[in-house]
Structure formats: C-alpha cells, structure tokens
C-alpha cells in the first residue's frame, strides 16, 4: 500500500475515534466507537484459551472492522437501527473497501462476507462477544445513563447469539447477574 493510500484509510479510520456510541463509560463520557472495537478486540484475545481450535486473529479482526462502516454513518444504536439503515452502513463499508488496493480489498470483502453470514465459528464468536462487551459497558456505566427500555435489553440482548457455545452462555449469564444487580441496587436508592 502506498503511503498517500495509507494516510487516506487513516484520516477516514479517525472518524471512528469522533463517533460516540450510545453507551457510556464508567468516568461519565459517551465511549466512541474505536474504544469499543478495541475492547472487543481485547475480549477475543483473553477467550482464545477457551476455543483453541478456533482462528482466533481472524475473530481479532472482525471486532477490529466490523464497525468500520460507521467511521461514515456514525453509531445508531442497536433498538434504533432499520434495515436501511444496515443497507446505509453496508454501502459505506462498500465504498470503503473499494478505496482499499490489493490484497486487502478482497480479504476483508471476505471477511465482511463472512461476519454477516454467521455460518463460521469465527464469526460466530464475534458476534457473541459484540453483543456482550455492550452488556458489559452499560454495567459499567452508571445506571442513570440507561434509557427505560435498557433495563428488559440488557438482560436479553444477545441470548441467540451466544446460544452455540457453552463458554458464551456463561459468560452472558454473568453478564446477567451483573445486570440484575445493578438494577436492583438502583430500586434500592430509588435511581430507577
């Protein structure tokens, strides 16, 4: 890749550092999408011990890329997005990915190919672990940030998606107890 066409993808990479999410993190500030690529990231290196047979720097990947369209379209979050809004950022990861040369236009058109269709373990684990690094900042968030409608969502976003493998209906288990705790020590204080 030449220089100019690195700094390019760089400069449109950034957008990803600006572009806040709904969520929240623990010090009071919205968390920009990178932070959460980057923990998600995070996430698929601790659990590779739990899946040894599994590419796990292929999954690294998809949590590094899979909110690249949103560098362009900026976060929508998840009870909000439509499916033109889906059609909206898979253009976006389109146009990004044509600006890309050889050989990383066509592996990660693949690798995109390959996390929406959700039939390979890889991808499968991404998504599972997509849906719980969510859980996992709102209950680090303070309470007063979740909107009515998070207290039901957080205990059941992503149930399908963790329902192949035993670790991930674990670890969404501890998730949920985290979850029914905060919400019952915000009854308690009368936060809620």
């Known amino acids: 890749m030449n220089t100019r066409q690195l700094i390019n993808i760089m400069s449109v990479a950034e957008n990803l550092k600006n572009n806040t999410r709904h969520s929240w ?3 009071h500030r919205h968390e920009s999408v990178a932070e959460h690529s980057w923990r998600l990231s995070l996430m698929a290196y601790l659990i590779k011990d739990e899946f040894p047979n599994v590419d796990i720097n292929k999954v690294i990947l998809m949590c590094i890329f899979h909110d690249l ?3 362009i379209t900026g976060d929508i979050p998840a009870f909000n997005k439509s499916e033109c809004d889906e059609i909206v950022e898979s253009d976006a990861v389109s146009q990004l990915l044509c600006s890309l040369p050889q050989p990383y236009k066509a592996e990660l058109s693949d690798l995109f190919v390959e996390m929406n269709e959700q039939q390979t373990i890889e991808a ?3 998504k599972a672990l997509d849906k719980m690094e969510t859980l996992i900042q709102h209950n680090e968030a303070e309470i007063s940030t979740w909107i009515p409608l998070e207290y039901e969502m957080n205990l059941s976003y ?4 963790v329902d192949f493998s035993d670790y991930m209906k674990e670890l969404k288990q501890t998730i949920y107890k985290d979850s029914i705790q905060k919400i019952k020590a915000a009854k308690e204080s009368k936060n809620f």
Request: charge should be neutral; avoid cysteine; aromatic fraction near 8%.
């Open 158 to 161: 992503g149930t399908k998606e």
């Open 69 to 71: 369209g949103e560098a």
């Open 124 to 126: 499968k684990i991404y």
């Open 25 to 27: 993190t623990s010090s």
